[in-house]
Nanobody, 118 residues
Framework: QVQLVESGGGLVQPGGSLRLSCAAS????????MGWYRQIPGKQRELVAT???????NYADSLKGRFTISRDNAKNTVYLQMNNLKPDDTAVYYC????????????WGQGTQVTVSS
């Protein structure tokens, strides 16, 4: 099993920045992909960004240039730097880790609320 613990959410004004962190523990396979998804109430969870164990990244097109994902493999931690935040970025942000064990196996954090409001 893998446990994911997020931190860093909160309330920020439009144009501000936040940095989310997610620490993984447990039976972590080295060849994993970590990432962030977000969900607004009443809507489907959507991809924010992912990063492989060797640092290859993938972003939602609408977020490129404002959000940056990174990871520290030694700490089993993934980060999401969010800049120039907008009210539309308000959501619960979920950390995700997946591995391929014959099929995709996903693990999720509990989510952290990000609210962008003046």
């Amino acid at each position: 099993q893998v446990q994911l613990v997020e931190s860093g959410g909160g309330l920020v004004q439009p144009g501000g920045s936040l940095r989310l962190s997610c620490a993984a523990s447990g039976s972590i396979f080295s060849l994993n992909v970590m990432g962030w998804y977000r969900q607004i109430p009443g809507k489907q969870r959507e991809l924010v960004a992912t990063i492989t164990a060797v640092g290859s990244t993938n972003y939602a097109d609408s977020l490129k240039g404002r959000f940056t994902i990174s990871r520290d493999n030694a700490k089993n931690t993934v980060y999401l730097q969010m800049n120039n935040l907008k009210p539309d970025d308000t959501a619960v942000y979920y950390c995700n880790l997946f591995v391929i064990l014959g099929r995709r196996v996903d693990f999720w954090g509990q989510g952290t609320q990000v609210t962008v409001s003046s």
